[in-house]
């Protein structure tokens, strides 16, 4: 090995990493399938949590991060189950549970009584114990037999690093000292269990411990009210109907753009809804969590398309926008999980037509604000993708697409959103906020209040979204 040389002095080893390093003994095939079941195993628990935990997150930007940390974890299980499957291993006992102990510690997180264990467990205890293992992969394994994972490794650690820097920054912003010692016994159970567990990876001594359940020791029930932060102080609020103007050729593209932010950061209600979705249907190929977990992580993303839109325009949107919840907790409350889906897919066929956001971005680029444009058309794009979700799994199973559309009509049809018993019993005056929220872009922009736009007042008591008109008892 000494005297070897490469052509020329080549880089050796197609640039993978030196002739030494290709020497190493490193994993055998079997030793290395049985880590990757354990990553495959953490990445999809931490997946299912935040899923779990998202809709009733009260914290708006925390509801976000989940998604985007759940859309990663599917991602990186799906890896996973693919390299698990080359590993002369039909991805076979990837839905047990690998360990006990790792199990208890997942369920522990997941039943975390409030966010501020929810994110010491996932960001002080699981992600980095993942990290860890990942890393140590990297540091033993042959990178030249093992290059496949290897590959994984250094990607999935990317992104790990990523969601503990956010995690980090997180704690540090919502927790206070005392909640570090209160949660303090609760967080050496679950180092506990990664010892007993022998780490993440199962490779250092057992400890032996016995560990018994805390908040676990129940199981875990999905809540499906979404909440939200006090920056949402009216959130049955359905006083301002953003479709009826969006489709008024008489009313001008500017305006419309603050609407369509409007209609962007209400997306926030697609992730709490379609959260419900996921984690109340098991048993579904992973490829369908995976890919209804990318439809939840561009809800999530338009709906902070539309924050950064009425922050460019010097809109306090808590203060002068409405954004109310009421489609999730009606659809989460009402619908089995399946006729969610159907409502779901129903919609989104209705956005493809050349009224639907064709219609948006053609706004944004007669609007003349490029950020607006720029948005519908990205948003257009993903919701084209999201069409195709729904007629890979949702079609597939009800087997036809006129049988699908039609339920998901039927199934629209009968959830209640009660404009009148939501004011009757004081839950909102469904207040016009409109004019208020319009004045201040017009002071952004430097125009006059056009006098037919401030008095723009149809609220959603006779007209659904879908313009669709709704007796008014109803
Ligand atoms: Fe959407
Ligand atoms: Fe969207
Ligand atoms: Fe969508």
Not at 426 to 442: E, I, K, M, S
Request: hydrophobic share 40%; aromatic share 10%; with cysteine.
């Amino acid at each position: 090995m000494n005297t070897y040389a490469t052509y020329r002095s080549l880089p050796p080893l197609a640039g993978l990493c030196s002739l030494a390093e290709a020497s190493r003994p490193g994993l055998s095939v079997e030793q290395c399938v049985r880590r990757l079941k354990r990553y495959h195993y953490a990445f999809k628990r931490l997946h299912g949590i935040f899923i779990a935990r998202l809709t009733a997150e009260p914290i708006y930007e925390l509801k976000m991060v989940f998604s985007l940390h759940a859309h990663l974890c599917a991602e990186h299980t799906a890896a996973l189950r693919n390299r698990v499957g080359e590993m002369r291993e039909p991805p076979l006992g990837l839905e047990e549970a690998p360990d006990a102990a790792l199990e208890i510690l997942f369920d522990e997180i997941l039943a975390a009584p409030t966010t501020d264990e929810l994110l010491l467990g996932l960001y002080e205890v699981a992600l980095p114990a993942l990290e860890a293992a990942l890393e140590k992969h990297r540091e033993e394994t042959n990178p030249l037999a093992d290059q496949p994972t290897m590959r994984f490794c250094k990607f999935a650690l990317l992104e790990l690093d990523e969601m503990c820097t956010y995690g980090a920054q997180s704690i540090a912003s919502v927790i206070a000292p005392e909640t570090r010692q209160r949660a303090g016994a609760w967080m050496e159970l679950l180092d506990a269990c990664l010892a007993a567990a022998g780490n993440l990876d199962g490779t250092a001594e057992l400890s032996g411990n016995v560990i018994d359940r805390q908040h676990s020791a129940k199981p875990f029930v999905f809540d499906s009210r979404p909440r939200r932060d006090e920056r949402f102080p009216d959130s049955y609020n359905m006083g301002v109907n953003a479709e009826v103007f969006l489709y008024d050729e008489a009313m001008p593209p500017q305006a419309k753009t603050l609407m369509m932010f409007y209609k962007r950061l209400r997306e926030i209600d697609v992730p709490e809804m379609m959260a419900s979705i996921i984690a109340e249907t098991p048993g579904k190929p992973w490829g369908y969590y995976r890919d209804l977990t990318r439809q939840l992580w561009d809800e999530a993303r338009h709906a902070m398309m539309g924050e950064v839109g009425f922050a460019s325009l010097n809109i306090d949107w808590p203060k002068d926008v409405m954004v109310n919840f009421t489609w999730s907790l009606a659809l989460n409350t009402q619908l089995k999980p399946i006729e969610r889906h159907a409502v779901l897919y129903f919609i989104e066929q209705g956005l493809m037509p050349k009224t639907g956001k064709r219609h948006e971005w053609e706004v944004g680029l007669a609007s003349g604000n490029r950020l607006s444009a720029l948005f519908q058309d990205y948003d257009w794009a993903d919701e084209v993708l999201h069409s195709r979700v729904g007629r890979d799994w949702y079609v597939k199973e009800i087997g036809d697409p006129k049988k699908a559309a039609d339920y998901g009509d039927a199934c629209w049809s009968r959830v209640l959103m009660d404009w009148n018993k939501y004011r009757e019993e004081g839950l909102t005056q469904h207040r016009n906020w409109w004019p208020d929220a319009y004045c201040a872009a017009c002071k952004t922009w430097g125009v006059e209040p056009d006098a037919k736009v401030l008095a723009y007042d149809t609220s959603y008591q006779s007209v659904r979204a879908d313009l669709k008109n709704l007796s008014t008892s109803a």
